[in-house]
Structures are given as structure tokens and as C-alpha cells.
């Protein structure tokens, strides 16, 4: 079975600094604006949830389709 991952760090403007795909998966042309839109669409969800928990690691904050978006904040929970 094929899979993919996208691995992104986000600037404190909501601004991606670096993007990587991972995984055995064929590239898809457009992937790389749908992962950029579910990933700014989960950061609404990521701002409301990093200030209500103690964890870093926030599993399965938002889903699309067959992706998964789960998320690490900084201990200070810089924003």
C-alpha cells in the first residue's frame, strides 16, 4: 500500500517556512496547494486547541478526505 506524508513548519504569521513529502505515493500535481489550504485551515483548530491542553502533540486535530493533519506546538506555545 502506497502512503505520503507532508511534513510542515509553520512561522508565527501562519507563514510555511519549509514543506516536505514524504512517502512511496505518486505525486499528484495539485498536492502541494491542497496541503498547503487543509494546513491552514487546521491552524484555526491548532490556536484554539494549544492553549486549552499541556501536550505538545495534538493527534488528529482535523481530517480530509484520507488525510490526516496532527500537529507538535512549541512548549511556549508560540503562535
Not at 15 to 30: C, F, H, W
Not at 58 to 79: E, M
Request: aromatic content about 8%.
Amino acid at each position: 500500500m502506497a502512503s505520503t506524508a507532508c511534513f510542515m513548519i509553520v512561522s508565527r504569521n501562519d507563514i510555511p517556512i519549509y514543506e516536505a513529502e514524504l512517502g512511496t505515493a505518486l505525486k499528484r500535481e495539485d498536492a502541494a496547494q491542497q496541503h498547503q489550504f487543509i494546513l491552514h485551515a487546521a491552524l484555526d483548530i491548532v490556536q484554539d486547541l494549544a492553549w486549552t491542553t499541556s501536550a505538545m502533540f495534538l493527534k488528529s486535530i482535523d481530517r480530509s478526505n484520507d488525510l490526516v493533519v496532527s500537529v507538535y506546538v512549541t512548549a511556549g506555545h508560540i503562535l
